[in-house]
Nanobody, 121 residues
Framework: QVQLVESGGGLVQPGGSLRLSCAVS????????MGWYRQAPGKQRELVAG???????NYADSAKGRFTISRDNAKNTAYLQMNSLKPEDTAVYYC???????????????WGQGTQVTVSS
């Protein structure tokens, strides 16, 4: 069973920083992709940033220049460093991973439980 556990959310003032972590555990052959998504009240879930196993990244326009995604393959963990936070960044942030449990079974997508990020003075 594959599990994703997020941490690092909280309350921060505008202009502040937070670092989110997402640790993947369980029976894993490889993690092809890890991403961070967010969902604000009344809005659809949206991609914030993603990273392939080789390190190639992609960002939402709203995240470019402020957020940095990284991963530690040895620890099966991804990070999202968020700087210059704005009130509109307030949302529940979800970790996503595309995991190959075994080559025979192929890949599946897994989600974490979410962590709340609130940007407010």
């Amino acid at each position: 069973q594959v599990q994703l556990v997020e941490s690092g959310g909280g309350l921060v003032q505008p202009g502040g920083s937070l670092r989110l972590s997402c640790a993947v555990s369980g029976s894993i052959f490889s993690i092809d992709y890890m991403g961070w998504y967010r969902q604000a009240p009344g809005k659809q879930r949206e991609l914030v940033a993603g990273i392939l196993s080789g390190g190639i990244t992609n960002y939402a326009d709203s995240a470019k220049g402020r957020f940095t995604i990284s991963r530690d393959n040895a620890k099966n963990t991804a990070y999202l460093q968020m700087n210059s936070l704005k009130p509109e960044d307030t949302a529940v942030y979800y970790c996503n991973a595309v995991v190959m449990v075994t080559p025979r079974l192929g890949v599946n997508t897994y989600w974490g439980q979410g962590t709340q990020v609130t940007v407010s003075s």
